[in-house]
């Protein structure tokens, strides 16, 4: 059988050769010569039809002795040829066109935000199908996503395309693509119910245990004790603290609930926001969805035969985490969004969590300025996760714990720091912490273990793996100074953006069409003998 299947490779090799060229310049992700995808279909059309007349009429010129079929080719063959040598390819190219348009789409806002962005990009010398692209769920404003990637720190070329109220948005710098998905995406339209006056609620705290540190200045994840998985950061509070003692001294941990120290708001920290009422209607969650589908199949089409995106980014605000009616619907708006994309996409991609709004926190202020807004304005705040491990439930529960806990960490490591126990701002670090362990930090858990793992209650449903890369904490205000732990981020997306998964329908797919190519490839190497054979019946048997 293998040998068999040698010989016929080998025999069909020039067949394959020959088909494979038009394939490789119809497929080409670049533009060829400055000419679209269907002006090459065209281009490739015409070349054909003149092979084939060609091939007319060398035949009918080498048959000596059919006088009328050689008058009829002069006089009405060759027209006719002619006339579809230059009307077929027209016709070609206008239904390639029109077929890669496709319907005529129900999301026309999603349309006209998506051209100007093409445009904007262009305009800038950047191309979406040379470059990663990165989708970020979860913007609950324009003034929210302005902020964001104004604390990136980053040289964008392109900067919040198109402006005002609109779906998308794009970012653009020579390394990436960071597409916004306001308006098409259920975690998206269920943060923007929180509205910007929530957000004075509760905090999540970040956390950055996990990962050992040594002393240097790299930048990277933001540790107790260090910086960037490599580089101490608290020099003195690393050397004596280590792992810290949760249980030591003077029972601190866990005796203060928030509100009940009446110097709490003094401090300056705030007051939770109250519940908001509102709530995603089933209709609106699932139209959403279908708004996210479409922007994915938007980016399946741009960037053929690459890969749909290389990354996504869910940003989950402080102010709808600290929402008890938000925070319960949260986890199910992530599955949905993520599952929709992988669907879609057939593509599995690092996924990074990112809590925003810590600025509105005074204990998150605060620890920002005890470690220095230079180091924080260039390091991660957070946990990391191995995007190869699988996020199963145990997994991602054990991971929300480690993180949760380990923000302690930083608590304890400031407060040993020398003459640490007398800095004016240990009040507001302390009601963080008590915020933190006795608030939310089950929200924190409920959010990723429901949202983020792939086993989500009993029942286990074969699906995609997630690449979940970690869950990061960030403020992104206004000001350069209510800035930090957001660059690095970026940075890290950037680095993973070739770990990257085919799901099983995908390569499904794939193999079915390399079948189907075969089988064509085959059929056509039939044909091509075929027509040799009746050359040679028809000059040498039939003709001697």
């Known amino acids: 059988m293998n040998f068999l299947s040698q010989f016929f490779r080998f025999i069909t090799a020039p ?32 070349i054909l039809l003149i092979i084939c007349v060609v091939v007319a009429f060398l035949s009918v010129w080498l048959t000596e002795d059919e006088a009328d079929t050689w008058n009829y080719w002069m006089r009405w063959g060759i027209l006719v040829a002619l006339a579809l040598l230059f009307v077929i390819p027209v016709v070609v190219y206008y239904a390639v066109k029109s077929w890669l348009q496709g319907e005529i789409s129900r999301y026309p806002d999603i349309d006209q935000a998506w051209n100007e962005g093409l445009q904007a990009l262009a305009a800038n010398g950047l191309d979406l199908a040379e470059m990663p692209v990165f989708l970020v769920l979860g913007a609950a404003d324009e003034r929210s996503t302005r902020a ?36 098409a995406s259920h975690l998206s339209r269920l943060n923007s119910l929180a509205g910007a006056g929530a957000a004075a609620a509760l905090p999540m705290g970040g956390d950055v245990h996990g990962t050992a540190q040594t002393p240097g200045t790299a930048q990277g994840t933001l540790a107790a004790g260090g910086i960037r998985d490599s ?17 030591g001294g003077g029972g601190i941990q866990g005796t203060l609930v928030p509100g009940a120290a009446p110097s709490e708001y003094a401090s300056g920290a705030r007051p939770a926001a109250p519940a908001t009422t509102a709530s995603l209607g089933r209709r ?31 940003l989950l605000p402080l102010h709808a985490v600290s929402d008890v009616m938000l925070a319960k619907d949260m986890p199910g708006a992530v599955q949905n969004d993520l599952t929709a994309i992988r669907q879609t996409t057939k593509l599995c991609c690092p996924i990074t969590a990112m809590v925003t709004g810590m600025e509105t926190e005074s204990g998150f202020t605060e620890l920002v300025r005890r470690v220095g807004a230079g180091r924080a304005k260039t390091n991660r705040f957070g946990k990391g996760f191995n995007v190869w491990n699988p996020p199963t439930a145990e997994n991602i529960d ?24 007398n800095k004016p701002g240990n009040a507001k670090l302390y009601s963080l ?15 990723l273990l429901h949202g983020y793992s792939t086993e989500t209650g009993d029942e286990q449903p074969e699906q995609a793996p997630l690449l979940f890369s970690g869950c990061y904490f960030a403020a992104t205000g206004k000001t350069g100074d209510r800035q930090a732990f957001v660059k690095n981020v970026f940075e890290k997306m950037l680095d993973m953006e070739e770990e990257l998964d085919w799901t099983d329908d995908a390569l499904i797919e794939d193999d079915r069409y390399h079948a189907m190519a075969r089988v064509s490839m085959g059929v056509s190497g039939l044909v091509i003998l075929g027509i040799i054979a009746m050359f040679v019946y028809k000059f040498y048997f039939q003709g001697g």
């Open 284 to 314: 609106e969650a699932e139209e959403q969805i279908e708004r996210l589908r479409y922007v994915c199949s938007l980016l399946v089409h741009a960037r053929q035969p690459l890969c749909p995106m290389n990354g996504i980014l869910t």
């Open 231 to 247: 580089g101490a950061f608290l020099h003195a509070a690393a050397e004596e603290v280590g792992e810290p003692d949760f249980g």
């Open 15 to 46: 067949f394959r050769f020959l088909f494979s060229l038009p394939m490789a310049v119809i497929s080409a992700p670049r533009r060829l010569m400055g000419l679209s995808l269907p002006a090459r279909v065209a281009l490739l059309t015409t």
């Open 433 to 447: 912490l008590c915020k933190i362990r006795s608030q939310l930090r089950s929200r924190l858990r409920n959010i």
């Open 148 to 183: 964001l990637f104004e604390a990136s720190g980053l040289d964008f070329l392109v900067r919040h395309v198109p402006p005002g109220r609109k779906p998308l948005h794009w970012y653009g710098d020579e390394n990436g693509v960071y597409l916004v998905i306001r308006d």
């Open 398 to 421: 054990a991971f929300s714990a480690h993180a949760c806990g380990s923000f302690e960490d930083w608590v304890y490591s400031l407060f040993r720091e020398p003459d640490g126990l």
